[in-house]
């Protein structure tokens, strides 16, 4: 496999007469945190849903894992995880866990190491309804583990978590990672933007930058990543003018 976890060429996605993705080229290396970081609405989603051969595309490649993205076989290689919590609110943690099992076809012995993973343990019997936004949020990114995917791809998972539990749940990103997962994950939160190994720093549909944080920093001369993104905002302007 190459070192490239996702490797995207050219990608365009367009929805009615509006682009979304314009031309898009950017490479995941593979067993690392790469951070999707941009405000909401620069396309963050539509490229994560590209990733996992859940959106129509206009042209362009999109290969992951060696192979075209939606190919079947990826089914049992990535997990991916929306912003909505995709859990059922009827059923308890470990119902909704035992169902996601049963439909990757794996062993109920991994639901108590993803409880333990995410830290649910002791809600087991907690109907999901009755959880709060960060637990629903620990579920859907629980399910999403059950299969020990290669790629990972996390659409905004801490939103709404409190400071505690954010930093606790990119510990268990980079501690995936360390394990050999590569992780794909979006935020529209900048001071998240340190916790990753590589940034892709999107806005309007076009990738401004990527790099490692260092990178993007001494590339701008700013002291914070917050302060180099609004300047390569600037610098695009300037070369659209």
Partial sequence: ???AAISIRGLRVVRGAREVLHGIDLDVDAGMVTGL????????????????GAQVVAGGAVTVLDLPAGEPVL???????????????DLSV???LWYFAAILGVGRETIAEAI????????????AGTLSGGELARLSLAAALLNAPDLLVLDEPTVGLDPVLRRD???TFHRLAERGATLLVSSHVMDEA??????????DGHLLASGTPEELRGRTGAADLDAAFLALVD???AGDA
């Fill in 1 to 3: 496999m190459s070192s």
């Fill in 37 to 52: 970081l941009g405000p909401s609405g620069s396309g963050k989603t539509t490229l994560m849903r590209c990733v996992v």
């Fill in 75 to 89: 089914r049992e290689r990535v997990g991916y995880q929306t912003q909505a919590p995709s859990v059922y609110a």
């Fill in 94 to 96: 470990l119902e909704n």
């Fill in 116 to 127: 333990s993973v995410v830290g649910l343990s002791g809600l087991e019997r907690q109907l």
């Fill in 169 to 171: 749940l990119w510990g």
């Fill in 194 to 203: 340190d916790r990753c190994d590589r940034l892709l720093l999107l806005r």
């Fill in 235 to 237: 610098e695009a302007g």
